[in-house]
Each structure stands twice: as C-alpha cells, then as structure tokens.
C-alpha cells in the first residue's frame, strides 16, 4: 500500500468538501492514511499533500508535529505504558519491565509477528488511576502485571477484537451528512451567513 | 515583509529614557533601530513577516500597566509606550535566551564558515551569560546534509529562527523545506527525495543567522576576516540586482545580496549568486587565441598578433559589409565605446545587441517607463507582457510575487503559456502562438464596449471579458519578449496598441544582461546614444565621433541571413553566441560559415567561435573591471572591479580603443571615468550621470529617464490561418547557454528537452506522455519527453529555449510569424 485507493481517495474528496478550504482538511486525511496502512507512508503524505493543494514537505511539517501519526510500521496493537510521575510511584517502571519481558521487545520496539508494539508515553491525563497504560488509545487502569498478561491473551484470541480496533483505525462506522442536512459550505468571510439547513427550515425534518 | 508602516502623525515613544518619534504602525525593533537603538535578534528579518520565534529581542515595555517582556519585533509601537532595552529584565532575559539557544548548539565556530560573520557568535559575546550550565549530551544529527545541489543544512548548528523556512514560504514561494518533528527533537528538513529545488535557495544560506546552511562554492574556501568586499550589480540579467562581490587573494569567493528598496530587496537567483564561478572555471579564455590555418584550431597568439589580424580584415571590407553582434554583457562604458568604433570609426549600422530574441529598440525605447516601485505599487493593476519572470528575471519575479500576495497587486497575465506567476494572476490569457495582438484588441475592445464580442486568439469570450474589466483603471505594464518560436511583431503590436491608450506605462523585460545599457549607448540599428534615433543624433555627435553612419543599417536577422548569402565581410560577435541564442540555427550556421572573417570577443569559446571564429579576443569580465550597468528601468548603477581580469584579458572598451588606434583613429579616452564624460557630452540622456549623482546613490543607483524617440507605428501582422499545432519556445531559468556550462554550481540543474502540450491535444499526438517524441518542423526536429501541461494552451507545444541536446531554434526559421510543429512516437 502506498498512495490512497480509490476507495480512499473518493472519501478524501468527500472531506476536503466539507471545509471552506482543501488545505483544511489535511489532518483528517492524514488521519485516512494512517488507517489506510497502520502508518503513513512517504507515498501517502504525498498524495494527500497534491490533494489539499501544498508540499510535500508542508504536509510532513505538519504531520510530523503530532505522536499520533507514525511514519514507520508498527504493530497492529500500540501499547503505551505512561511513565510519568503518579504512575511511576505506583509501579510503571516494573509494569514496563514487565511488558517489555513478555512480548520480548524493548520500549520503541514490535513483535517479530506485528502484533504489539511497546512504547512509553508521558502523562496520558489518568494519573487518579494510576498505573495506567493504553492499547490503540483505550485505555486500562490500575493494570498489575497479570492484568497485561490477561490483555494480551485477550486480544491475541481476538476477544475483544470489537473493544479494539487495529492500530489506525479511528472508527468503524463513517459519518455521512446528508446535502440537505449540511451547515453549508462558506468562505470563511461569509461564515456569518446562516447555515444552508437553517436557511431551509429544515431542522428535524431531515 | 510587513509593509511600510502607514502614514500619520508620529508616535512619541521613550526608548531609554529618550523621547523617540516612531511611524504609526511600525515594529517596535525597527522604530529603535531607526533612532539608533539596536536590539538583538536572529529570527527577525526585515524583509519577512514577523514570528516571535527566537526570543532574542525581549525588551521591556510599560504601557501603563506595568513593564512586562515583551518582544519587541511583535510589538507596533503606540503612544506613550516607555520602552527599557537594557533593563536588568532585559538583560537577564537575552542571557537566558543565549544559554538555552547554546544548549544544543554545537560551538563548533573553529570550523564553522560563519565563524567571524555569526549574529549568533557575535551576540552570545555581546549579550551572553558567558558560561552554559548545561552538562548533559547535546543533540546530534548527520553533519550537513545537502537539502539542495548547492545548500547544505548542518541541524546541529541550527537555532530554529524560522527564517529559511519563511522564506521559502512567503518570499519564493516554494515551500518545501518545513519544521518537521516537534520540542526538542524539532529541525528544518526537506520531503523523503525532494530536494530544495528553489532557483532562490542560496538567499537562505544569507540569512541564516548561523552557519546551518552553507552554499557549496563558499564551503571552506575563506574566512570572512580575510574577505574584502565592493558593491556592484549583479550581471547575468537586466533587472540590475545590487550584489556585494567578497573576495580574497584576487579571487572571488562569494556574491551576496545587497538590499537595495527600488530593486531587488537583498534577495538574489541563484544564478546570480553563484554565477561568478563561471568567471574562474577552466574554459575561461584567458589570452587571444586565432584560427591555425594549417590545423583549423584555436590557438594563443599575442595581442599584437590577434588584433593585427582583426584589423588587417577589418580594414580591407567596405563599412556596409562589417557587422557587430552582442553587446549586452558589456558595461555601459564599453558598449559606448564599441558603438563609437562600430559606427563613429568603421562607419557600420549594422549593430545588434539583441539577436531578434528581444523587441523593437525604437518601440521599447519610446515608451513610457514605470520603475520596479510604481508597477509593484500597493493594490496597482499589473499586465504581464511577455514571457516567465520566475524563468527569466528571477529577482523581479520576487518583487511581482509579493506585490501580489502582500500588497494586493492585481496581475493580468498575457503569456504563451502558463508562468510561475499563473498561481497568483486574477487572470490568465494565453494566446494561440502569433496571435497576441488579436487578443489584446478583442481586450481592449472590451474594455472600452464593457462586453467582449467573442473568443480571440484561441481564448474565451468570458475570460477575455474578465480581464478586460480588470483594465478599467490605471494599469502598468511589464513587456518582455514571450515566445521565440514567432517574431516579436504581434507582441508589439499588442504593446503599441496599450501605448496608445495614453497613461499606461511599461517596465520593458528584455532579459539579457545590460541589454537596456546597449540600447541607450546606441548598440543597435538605428540609433545614437541616448534613446535617440541616429537621424537626429547626428548633430550632437559630429565633433565627437568621426564620422556618423548615413544610413539605418541591418539588425541581427538581416545581418546573419546577408552573412549566410556571403554579403557580410567581418562578423564581430560581442560576447554573442548566434548558434544557440539566434532564432533560426540553420541561418546562425550559415551565416557563421558564410562571413568573410569572424572575430569573437568574449570570456568563453562558445559554440558560435568554435565552429567559426578566426580571432578570439580575450574580453575582461563583470567583477574583472569597472563600470556601470543600466537595468530594466533605466537605473545606472556601478559594477565594481574586484579582481584582476586571467591572463591577458583586457576590458572590452580597451579592446575597442586598441583596434581604433590600429584603425587610425583615437576614441579620445582612457578610462571609464573619461568615457562617462564623454557618454554626457554625446547625449543628453547621461548629462545626469555625473559623479557626483553615482556617488551620492551608492545603492539605488541613478535613474536615466526620458527619451527622444517617437512611439513608432507598428503593424500588426495578420495571423495566419492555419490551425496546426504552432511551437512555444521560451526560456527557463537553466539552460545550456555557455556561462551556466561553465559553472560548477548550475551544472546539471537545465532540465532536459521537454514537449509540453495541453491534455485536450493529447489526442492530436499518436505517443504517450513520459515517452520520447520527435517535435519536427518544416526546418529540422528535436527529440523530447512528452508531458501533459494544462498552463500550454490547447493548439500548441511548448519546448523550453536551449535545453541540453535540444535546441529549439534548430526548428524555427528567422522573421517567420509562427513555427508549426508536428509530434510522433519516436
């Protein structure tokens, strides 16, 4: 995989309609490719960058900002073990050694089979449920070792497959607004104009 | 930029504790440099937007609420504003600032070229802590990385001030260096495989308030202690950008920009900043050479030798048989000085600077002129004329962009093809080639009616309608020569006819070198110095020159179409090279093989002097010698002697005065000084150029305006009817052309052949696009990759002038009003 489908890129039109300008629409479509390939590819922020209308090394300016983008492959489950101070008082370096242990890979590291891929993460803001760790972003808290271990049982038997998306995924099912129901398409100068659903009187009929 | 801050009553401001008049609206920084207050800064640029990234010019500031820190190039002075720059906040402040921008910079001034020249070196030792309490491992990257042919990027050295990026932002416009990462781990890089391919890179190198970014020619070569430097003007197009030429040991080592108001900013091409090298490479002809006639080569002779060569055959032809060619390299002084031998010595009006690549001298000379300010006035209304300046006139095209995007300039463009400017016109027309001035008389029509009849020249009646509308009110022009694959006589016309609207005024864009110089020291047919026709020049000159020639001689085609019959007895080519710039190659040839002797003057064996030349006079080149330079509007300003010239090389006004001495004659001067005197006697347009006026305006030059010339009449030719696919020839920034084979740093960057055509044309050509075509012609062919462009219009192919392997005049036939083309699968 490497630059948007056709499927892909038809949604990506589809989001860049729903903003005054193209260029707006770049983190929601960076966000299409990761889910795309796990991870974005050069391939791929290049497209996306031709679509929205800037550089390629724009695109990667911005995208490069963010920790939620990746740009090299990484397991189909992100583990992020927090670190920062109230879970380290209450154990996160030993639940760190502990993970690293039994998927067998350092922090930063993937399992030879793609599954996992461990890293540690400053405050993820669940401190009051400290120690804390997240797969694809859901969180766990106050996980003991043996909590790890009965995740990654859980999800390598594909238990909570529904709970857990594959890392990428930002949601299975995809909003779609209908014309009548949209708020309307402005520049932002005339953004004061009322919306094309209010203009319709079309509140709750839609 | 920020603008000029806006007009009104000043603001009284206390800087220090002094009472300080600052301009409504302007930055804090500027209002306390002005008045002699400087404060420390690497982020801030005056010429770019401010971003408050650097941190270095906190100051503090009360207005009334109590001093706080704050920076003073994000802050527009307001009334009563009390402002304290070395306060003990201040001052703690920028030694804070200091530490933390050293925490991860390298201290590798020992062999850093920017050692000796670093704001960042020169601050920490004026306003620095003195000592770092930082002892941890700093942060390491690849040493540089090349981000572009001649930039290289050292990310350890760099400070993060957003400079180089906001250039390649909001000056070049091409985007593709960025931050990339975040915090720490945050450094400027280019795409994975896409290199920093701006024609303006080298203007980052100059900025960078660090050694970050170092150009290839100046790594390693100097330090800046042992460089001297002399201001001059950059040479290798006619926008006349003002350049600071640094060199040590009699070589020169670097070209930087000088920011002049009225031209270029400080912002350069790269071409004319990397340019010199070509002046020391090895191809540099350094003494005379002349044709062996046993082996047929160029070999050394004495200057005795060449030139008794050139004289014996100059002496020998009838004047009406002699022809000059070239000129636009030269210096004022020396174009004088070969127009007063060419036609006040030898008695020939057979003179061109240009050949037939430009416009009409007597058309362009009689217009009226617009300077770079008045057409890139704020919300002005700007018809572009011609062809690409971003190909053509880089530093100008900075100019046009930001009086677009910054100033809200409105740009018309009528060009053969899309330009580097079509992103930011409010309207784009491309004609059909040949057929400008059908275009721009349906324009105007609809102009003066308010509604356009129909479609002309191939574009639409709605957008000829739009444009049109845009023409209401007052409007500059910017004309230049558009394609060469037609005469110039449609885009005359076309210009003519905006001449005769009364009130439009022109900034004319003839691209090569000093061309505008040759023209008022009158090194083209027609005319005497001084924007006068030769006719009525006659009186002013008798007395001065010996004799004047009575009648208008040949220009460039006529020239080379009369040499290629054997009607030309002495070609001297000034720096011209016929075979690669002369429209027509075939005639160029011929005319090369047909001329009784051909003697060149110039740095290089070009082509041209190769195939023919049987003397090769070794000319001094731009930082070799002095003098002045005319650019586009007319502005003189002075090219400064830096170095000496290789060997035996002389200054081409000393070349023309040894052969009018072997003529017999005396061109009464000695020096450049004694020339411009001389040019102020034998024309009133360079009264103005006295010493004391150059002297007086070291940077902006001296402007030389108004001219003697009627507007002529101009026919505009009638199109063909024909509806072939027509060629567009035009230039680009890299080419073939002899001074960028000669130089290190360009090599390699001209493109390679390209036919371009429109997608809707496509299904006129039997090939795919990416593949190789053969682009023919009733003349000749060249091979091309065919690429899909939707800025060619639909009825044509666009090639570019003189790409390596594929020249394009090797299709066009001379004086012919459009080229037709045909293109098949190779």
């Not at chain 1, 629409?25 to 209308?53: F, M, N, Y």
């Not at chain 2, 002094?18 to 002699?36: H, Y």
């Not at chain 2, 006004?653 to 001389?678: K, V």
């Amino acid at each position: 995989m490497s630059r948007l489908t056709a499927d892909n890129e038809a949604r990506a039109r589809r989001i860049m309609a729903l903003y005054p300008r193209p260029k707006s629409a770049l983190i929601p479509l960076l966000h299409l490719a990761q889910s795309q390939d796990g991870h974005l590819t050069d391939e791929a922020v290049r497209h996306v960058a031709e679509l929205v209308g800037i550089t390629p090394a724009e695109a990667a300016g911005t995208a490069t900002f963010y920790e939620m983008f990746k740009f090299h492959p990484v397991g189909r489950y992100l583990v992020n073990v927090c670190t920062n101070i109230s879970c380290a008082l209450l154990g996160a370096d030993d639940l760190v050694a502990h993970a690293s242990a039994a998927l067998g890979v350092k922090p930063g590291g993937t399992t030879d089979d793609g599954m996992f891929t461990l890293e540690t993460v400053e405050c993820m803001a669940a401190c009051t449920e400290a120690p804390c760790l997240a797969v694809n972003y859901r969180y766990r808290l106050r996980v003991t070792p043996n909590d790890f271990d009965d995740l990654v049982a859980a999800i390598r038997s594909g238990d909570i497959d529904q709970e857990i998306p594959h890392h990428g995924t930002l949601a299975r099912v995809h909003q779609e607004i209908p014309e009548g129901r949209m708020a309307g398409i402005s520049s932002p100068e005339q953004a004061r104009a009322a919306p094309a659903w209010m203009a319709a009187g079309a509140e709750g009929a839609g | 930029m920020t603008g000029p801050a806006g007009e009104g009553p000043a603001v009284e401001i206390t800087v220090d504790g002094a009472a300080v008049a600052a301009r409504p609206g302007e930055l804090l920084i500027e209002a306390c440099e002005r008045n002699g207050v400087y404060i420390p800064r690497f982020c801030y640029h005056p010429r770019m937007a401010s971003v408050g990234m650097c941190r270095m010019c906190l100051v503090t500031v009360d207005t009334g609420r109590g001093p706080s820190l704050q920076p003073s190039c994000m802050v527009t002075v307001a009334e009563a504003m009390a402002v304290e720059t070395e306060s003990a906040a201040a001052v703690k402040a920028q030694n804070g600032v200091l530490e933390f921008l050293l925490i991860n910079h390298p201290l590798d001034c020992p062999v850093c070229d920017k050692g000796g020249e670093c704001p960042l070196q020169d601050q920490t030792m004026a306003y620095g802590p003195g000592e770092s309490r930082f002892v941890e491992e700093k942060r390491h990257f690849e040493k540089p990385i090349a981000i572009s042919a001649t930039v290289h990027l050292d990310r350890e050295r760099c400070i993060l001030c957003d400079r180089c990026t906001r250039f390649a932002d909001q000056v070049a416009g091409d985007p593709l260096i960025s931050f990339m990462g975040r915090g720490g781990a945050t450094e400027v890089n280019t795409f994975a495989d896409e290199p920093f391919a701006s024609y303006f890179s080298g203007n980052t190198v100059q900025i960078c308030p660090v050694g970050a970014l170092t150009a290839e020619p100046y790594r390693f070569k100097a330090r800046p202690w042992d460089l001297t430097e002399a201001v001059s003007t950059a040479w290798v197009d006619s926008v006349g950008a003002r350049v600071s030429v640094q060199s040590s040991r009699n070589r020169v080592l670097r070209v930087q920009g000088v920011d002049a108001d009225a031209v270029n900013w400080g912002w350069l091409t790269d071409k004319e900043r990397f340019g010199f090298e070509a002046l020391d490479s090895d191809g540099r002809v350094t003494g005379p050479l002349v044709r062996d006639a046993a082996t047929g080569a160029l070999v050394p002779a004495s200057w005795a030798d060449a030139a008794t060569r050139a004289v014996e055959a100059l002496s020998r032809a009838p004047a009406e048989r002699v022809a000059v060619l070239g000129g636009a390299r030269l210096t004022n002084e020396s174009q004088y000085a070969w127009a007063k031998l060419a036609k006040g010595v030898i008695g020939t009006d057979n003179v061109d600077a240009q050949l037939d690549d430009g416009l009409p001298p007597e058309l362009v000379l009689s217009l009226p002129r617009a300077t770079i300010d008045e057409v890139c006035r704020p919300g002005g209304v700007i018809v572009l004329l011609g062809g690409d300046p971003k190909e053509e006139l880089g530093s100008l095209y900075l100019r046009l962009r930001h009086a677009v995007v910054s100033d809200g300039a409105t740009l018309i463009e009528i060009t053969p093809r899309a330009t580097g400017l079509s992103g930011l016109a409010a309207h784009s027309l491309h004609p059909r080639p040949g057929e400008t001035a059908e275009l721009m008389r349906a324009l105007l029509a609809a102009a003066a009616t308010g509604a356009a009849d129909g479609g002309a020249a191939g574009c639409d009646r709605a957008a000829i309608a739009a444009a049109a509308a845009a023409l209401d009110g007052e409007f500059t022009v910017v004309l230049g020569r558009g394609s060469l694959a037609e005469t110039a006589d449609s885009a005359a016309a076309a210009a003519a006819m905006l001449a005769g609207r009364g009130s439009v005024r022109f900034l004319p864009v003839l691209r090569r070198g000093n061309v505008n110089g040759a023209f008022d020291a009158g090194l083209a047919p027609g005319l005497a110095p001084g924007r006068t026709l030769l006719a009525a020049g006659t009186d002013r000159l008798a007395g001065i020159w010996p004799r004047v020639p009575a009648r208008p001689g040949r220009d460039a085609r006529a020239v080379l179409k009369a040499a290629s019959v054997g009607e030309i007895d002495v070609l001297v080519l000034l720096g011209a090279d016929p075979l690669n710039d002369f429209s027509d190659r075939a005639v160029a040839a011929n005319a090369l093989d047909g001329a009784g002797s051909v003697i060149a003057v110039d740095l290089f064996v070009n082509d041209s002097a190769a195939r023919a030349a049987d003397v090769v006079l070794a000319a001094a080149g731009p930082t070799e010698t002095e003098g002045t330079f005319t650019n586009i509007e007319g502005r003189v300003s002075p090219m400064a002697q830096k170095v000496t010239p290789p060997g035996t090389a002389r200054a081409d006004w000393m070349i023309a005065a040894d052969l009018a001495r072997r003529l017999g004659a005396d061109l009464g001067f000695a020096s450049p000084a004694e020339i411009r005197s001389e040019m102020a006697e034998a024309s009133e347009l360079h009264r103005a150029l006295t010493p004391e006026a150059l002297a007086a305006s070291p940077v902006e030059g001296v402007m030389l305006a108004g001219t003697q010339i009627p507007v002529p009449a101009v026919e505009a030719p009638v199109a063909p009817g024909s509806r072939g696919l027509r060629l567009v020839a035009t230039r680009t920034m890299y080419d073939d052309g002899v001074m960028l084979r000669h130089c290190p740093s360009s090599r390699g960057l001209a493109r390679g052949p390209e036919a371009r055509v429109n997608p809707a044309a496509l299904y006129r050509i039997d090939a795919r696009p990416s593949t190789t075509v053969r682009v023919s012609s009733a003349r000749g062919h060249l091979d091309a990759t065919l690429v899909v462009d939707e800025g060619v219009p639909v009825g044509a192919v666009a090639v570019g002038w003189l790409a390596p392997g594929a020249p394009a005049n090797a299709l066009i036939e001379a004086g012919s009003p459009v080229t037709e083309v045909t293109v098949e699968a190779r």
